[in-house]
């Protein structure tokens, strides 16, 4: 069982910078792949990207690669969204989930799903 808390969301500027982070109980953190996804009320939860369990690996939707990084700390069981040249798209209460071994763009891949945190980008 893993729980998963994220924190940092809250008001930017266009063009501004937010940082996510995604606090994951467990003993087993580096055994699970990270994803970030995100919904803006009346949409479908969208993905935005996935680091492996060792860090090694990372992938992006098209919609922020170059903008956004996902990053992991293994020994303090935390991932990371790293948020670059924000844009009143990217408003929306982002998610981060877990599932075994390997990463995944698929909603329907991931196990473990945090509350969510909302990011609000202001034009």
């Known amino acids: 069982q893993v729980q998963l808390v994220e924190s940092g969301g809250g008001l930017v500027q266009a063009g501004g910078s937010l940082r996510l982070s995604c606090a994951a109980s467990?003993?087993?953190?580096?055994?699970?792949?990270m994803g970030w996804f995100r919904q803006v009320p009346g949409k479908e939860r969208e993905f935005v990207g996935f680091?492996?369990?060792?860090?090694?690996?990372?992938y992006y939707a098209d919609s922020v690669k170059g903008r956004f990084t996902i990053s992991r700390d293994n020994a303090k069981n935390t991932v990371s969204l790293q948020m670059n040249s924000l844009t009143p798209e990217d408003t929306a209460v982002y998610y981060c989930?877990?599932?075994?071994?390997?990463?995944?763009?698929?909603?329907?891949?991931?196990?473990?799903w945090g509350q969510g945190t909302q990011v609000t980008v202001s034009s």
């Open positions: 680091i492996s369990g060792n860090g090694g690996r990372t």
């Open positions: 989930a877990a599932r075994t071994w390997l990463g995944s763009s698929s909603i329907n891949d991931y196990n473990y």
């Open positions: 467990g003993r087993t953190f580096s055994s699970y792949a």
